[in-house]
Nanobody, 114 residues
Framework: VQLQASGGGSVQAGDSLRLSCVASGRTFSDFSTGWFRQAPGKEREMVAAISRNGVTAWYTDSVKGRFTISRDDAANTVYLQMNSLKPEDTAVYYC????????WGQGTLVTVSS
């Protein structure tokens, strides 16, 4: 399976972005999926995840109430809707399987300025 994240950009604090993660070779119903981010000089962290059946979502505390993970099985895409963005959300965002992660790829850069 290959996963490709897109949708990043440069925005102002308070703005919104929607990231997309498209899978090729497998469907998202085959595995739980997470959105991760890595800020400059920091470790990669998971910010949101969605279960295989698309029912259960998890968020790290810093994004609860602002980010929403969702899945469109017809489009074989997982989304991360990011609202009320803050400068501390600036990072490269990646999507990947929670179990047996595949190649991380380049991710998509989100830059939030104050």
């Amino acid at each position: 399976v290959q996963l490709q994240a897109s949708g990043g950009g440069s925005v102002q604090a308070g703005d919104s972005l929607r990231l997309s993660c498209v899978a090729s070779g497998r469907t998202f119903s085959d595995f739980s999926t997470g959105w991760f981010r890595q800020a400059p000089g920091k470790e990669r962290e998971m910010v949101a995840a969605i279960s295989r059946n698309g029912v259960t979502a998890w968020y790290t505390d810093s994004v609860k109430g602002r980010f929403t993970i969702s899945r469109d099985d017809a489009a074989n895409t997982v989304y991360l809707q990011m609202n009320s963005l803050k400068p501390e959300d600036t990072a490269v965002y990646y999507c990947n399987r929670l179990v047996n992660p595949v190649h991380w790829g380049q991710g998509t850069l989100v830059t939030v300025s104050s």
